[in-house]
């Protein structure tokens, strides 16, 4: 007994000497937390320009925890949709620390989007909090709220971080738009390169997954969105895109030029108003650099435009009134303008039907044919309200003139009869017509 008293004595004595150690050698780590809010100032906009400011948190973006002196990354997390975060941090030394937003998703689960300075090495934008010096590793720390300022002004001196997060935000409303209608936001890295100074005067896209902004259109919320629309069209949609220079107001346009730059648009106003975003029947495209309401151009889906098929605003007012209601956050909340008002989800469920059931010509007739196969329904209602974007979907006065002996009397220097090629009850099928005239002999006529 006594030998096993001694025994255990020792045993003791021995576990404490080896915690001792332990909380005296140097690897031993403290934990604490850094919290705050990451912000960036946001410019309002309305018909004819830019019309105030507003701070909007960065939502969803990378957040790293640093060693100011050594650039060295302590711990790394993310933002949430109030551009807050909290962040355990390993340390085991005072030095003097920092935090920074990024404006890429590589620690956001299921988010893949990436705002890159095409003019710094592809690097990535960041917003950075003041240090906090000589930090003790065991202390907490609340970098608090960090905005960054406003965008406008001198471009050669000008902070350009808000307009870099405000492009990142709208990836962030597509992400998770596609995420509504699929259930998971997109696999594929959207990358968006802008630059305050790449010397580019207008926003494309690239099939690779690439939105390119022009310099001054990091304010323009649907301009940006048009943009990484043409991402949606390409990766859920069926595009027969051929790109190059086009016009919104040109009415004889290559339709599938027509269709892909009208979805475009249509998307972005889409999800600014899924989102309850105001304005969002506005297509917005001003200097994002000017102090003022900025040089430049907009317009809104409604009433739309008188176009036809071939006609990019035409397109994309005729599929706007499909989706947009009373509650619609446009600039006439409260109010409707059309008889149809049908979920965005069907909208998309026709798009995202062309991806594995492509169609020979991706036109808006190739869209309305799907609709009609598909059984969406409220084709008299659509058909009336796409008549006045003069995107014609029903029969002509003339019908039935299918046949010869059913052909349509023209009268010889008669008024222009307005005629649609479309066979009745929204048969995709071939709209055949007849024509007869009482014509003289010897004289000659002209038919266009």
């Keep these: 007994m006594r030998g096993s008293a001694v025994q255990r004595l020792a045993q003791r004595l021995f576990l404490f000497a080896a915690v001792a150690l332990l909380a005296a050698t140097p690897s031993a780590r403290a934990n604490w937390t850094a919290s705050g809010q990451f912000n960036y100032t946001n410019r309002l906009y309305a018909a004819g320009g830019y019309t105030g400011v507003e701070s909007r948190p960065i939502r969803q973006a990378d957040v790293e925890v640093i060693d100011v002196a050594s650039g060295a990354v302590l711990a790394t997390g993310v933002t949430g949709y109030d551009g807050r975060y909290n962040i355990a941090v390993s340390d085991n030394k005072t030095r003097t620390v920092s935090v920074r937003a990024l404006s890429s998703s590589n620690y956001v689960s299921g988010l893949n989007l990436w705002v890159l300075n095409p003019m710094s090495a592809n690097s990535t934008y960041a917003l950075q909090a003041a240090s906090a010096l000589s930090h003790a590793p065991s202390a907490n720390v609340d970098f608090g709220a960090v905005t960054a300022p406003l965008a406008t ?12 997060f405000n492009a990142y935000d709208m990836g962030v409303y597509l992400a998770d738009f596609v995420k ?13 390169a802008w630059a305050k100074n790449a010397g580019k005067t207008g926003s494309y896209y ?6 390119t902004l022009a310099d001054d259109d990091g304010y323009d919320d649907p301009n940006i969105l048009h943009e990484m629309g043409h991402y949606i069209d390409y990766e859920y949609g069926y595009s027969q895109n051929p790109g190059g220079t086009h016009y919104i107001g040109d009415s004889n346009q290559d339709m599938k030029l027509s269709w892909s730059e009208g979805l475009a648009t249509l998307l972005a106003c889409a999800i600014l108003a899924h989102n309850n975003l105001p304005q969002c029947q506005l297509y917005f495209d001003h200097d994002g650099f000017s102090t003022g309401p900025g040089s430049g151009f907009d317009f809104s889906l409604e009433p ?17 009134d499909i989706i947009d209601s009373a509650s619609t956050t446009d600039d006439t909340l409260g109010l409707d303008d059309d008889s149809v008002t049908r979920p965005v989800r069907d909208v998309w469920n026709v798009v995202n039907n062309f991806k594995t059931n492509p169609p020979a010509n991706m036109t808006i007739e190739a869209f309305w044919d799907r609709w009609v196969a598909l059984g969406k329904g409220d084709l008299d209602k ?16 003339a019908e039935p003139d299918g046949t010869l002996d059913n052909a349509h009397l023209l009268t010889v220097g008669g008024a222009i009869e307005m005629m649609t090629f479309y066979s009745a009850g ?20 002209r038919i266009t």
Excluded: C, H
């Design 382 to 397: 659509i058909a009336a309200v796409w008549a006045t974007q003069k995107i014609d979907f029903y029969p002509d006065a």
């Design 153 to 164: 002004g001198d471009i050669a001196t000008v902070d350009p971080t808000s307009q870099a």
């Design 304 to 320: 739309g435009n008188s176009g036809g098929g071939a006609n990019e605003r035409a397109v994309s007012a005729a599929l706007w």
């Design 426 to 445: 929204g048969n995709p099928a071939l709209d055949e017509d007849f024509y007869a005239l009482a014509a003289t002999a010897g004289q000659t006529y």
């Design 180 to 192: 509504d209608m699929t259930g998971a936001r997109p696999a594929k890295q959207l990358q968006v």
């Design 206 to 211: 690239s099939t690779i997954g690439k939105v």
